[in-house]
Nanobody
Framework: QVQLVESGGGLVQAGGSLRLSCAAS????????MGWFRQAPGKEREFVAA????????YYADSVKGRFTISRDNAKNTVYLQMNSLKPEDTAVYSC??????????????WGQGTQVTVSS
């Protein structure tokens, strides 16, 4: 298992930017594929982005493609989500997640508690 703690959420105006961070501990960070998910009140959890173990591959939901960038710094055991051109519909609790079964698997084993992102119009 790996423990995950998100930070960086907050209130931002539409069109603004935020960078979320997810700090990991408990296992070798570079052995995990990492993902970001979000969930708005009353809605299903939604996949946002994923990054491979080395950081060489990234995958994005269509709703955020071109606006969000996922990255990782394995030396710091941290994955990031840079969010630009934010829209009110991006408002949600954002959680990071991890699995160690390789790129291409969409089932995540470890989850952080989430950080609130609120985008005002």
């Amino acid at each position: 298992q790996v423990q995950l703690v998100e930070s960086g959420g907050g209130l931002v105006q539409a069109g603004g930017s935020l960078r979320l961070s997810c700090a990991a501990s408990g296992r070798t960070f570079s052995s995990y594929t990492m993902g970001w998910f979000r969930q708005a009140p009353g809605k299903e959890r939604e996949f946002v982005a994923a990054i491979s173990r080395s950081g060489g591959s990234q995958y994005y939901a269509d709703s955020v493609k071109g606006r969000f960038t996922i990255s990782r710094d394995n030396a710091k055991n941290t994955v990031y989500l840079q969010m630009n051109s934010l829209k009110p519909e991006d408002t949600a609790v954002y959680s990071c997640a991890a699995h160690n079964r390789g790129w291409g698997t969409m089932t995540y084993d470890s989850w952080g508690q989430g950080t609130q992102v609120t985008v005002s119009s």
